[in-house]
């Protein structure tokens, strides 16, 4: 764990970087599956179909820029049937091939910070450099699939409806709801079966953050 300040930025993801992040997805995402997890080759397949909408966090340690965290991206249509979906579904197996170069929406198949770089902002920072791409794309904004790794702790007098309510409210911290909120997501609904993670009872939020610029007319 960091706790001096530390030098940080993002970037367009590259081909240099996927090799780390791949390394990375196992301490980050500990309960999923290895379906579940992005290898070095589906990073590389989101580049090669999106590499605008890649992005990697890095830190400067020790004389050296790290790889610290990232998100990674693709654009859909979407509508009502897209409500209820697993991540595995949505991303296509990982793969993005749900990727449409026209699509209005973002949707964010990932977005993590390594626990070693967590609190200096970086998870903020890939949420702004997405808003950023939703607002020069001119698309309407963004959808999420968002873990619940705090419910555990309030499994045994709250439903997992009353905890989210109760996150939104400002009421209770979840260490990945509360960070989204923070960054202008909406929780527009519970994910059933989204995703294997048994604090949460395998379920995720479905979040949506709009963009207010989005101009019909020049779409
Ligand atoms: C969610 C996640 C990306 C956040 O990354 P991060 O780099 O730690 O986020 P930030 O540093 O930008 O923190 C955001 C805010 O939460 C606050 N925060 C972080 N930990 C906190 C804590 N334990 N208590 C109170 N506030 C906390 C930070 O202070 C910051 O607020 P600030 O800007 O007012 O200082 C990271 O925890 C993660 O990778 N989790 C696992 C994967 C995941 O859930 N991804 C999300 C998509 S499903």
Redesign the pocket.
């Known amino acids: 764990m960091i706790t001096s300040p530390v030098a940080t930025r993002v970037v367009n993801t590259e081909r240099q970087h996927v090799k780390r992040l791949a390394q990375m997805q196992r301490v ?2 500990p309960t999923l599956t290895d379906e579940e997890l992005l290898s070095a080759e589906h990073f590389l397949r989101h580049l090669t179909l999106f590499p605008e909408g890649q992005f990697t966090a890095l830190a400067h340690v020790h004389d050296k820029w790290v790889v610290a ?1 990232s998100t990674s991206t693709f654009r859909i249509h979407w509508d009502a049937l897209h409500k209820q979906h697993t991540f595995l579904e949505i991303t296509d197996g990982g793969w993005f091939d749900h990727h449409t170069p026209d699509g209005e929406w973002l949707y964010g198949g990932d ?3 390594h626990p070693d ?8 920072r890939l949420y702004d450099a997405r808003r950023d791409l939703v607002r020069r794309l001119n698309l309407r904004g963004e959808v ?1 699939g ?2 619940l ?1 705090g419910y555990d702790r309030h499994r045994h007098h709250l439903s997992i409806e009353a905890y989210v309510r109760r996150v939104v409210a400002g009421e209770l ?1 979840d ?2 709801l ?2 989204q909120l ?1 960054n202008g997501f909406v929780v527009k609904g519970i994910l059933y079966d989204h995703i294997t993670d048994p604090r949460a009872d395998n379920c995720a939020t479905l979040i949506v953050r709009e963009n207010p610029y989005y101009n019909r007319v020049s779409a």
């Open positions: 980050i995402y965290g977005l993590s910070v770089f967590r609190g200096l902002g970086l998870g903020s999420a968002g873990m790794p911290r260490p990945t509360s960070v923070k």
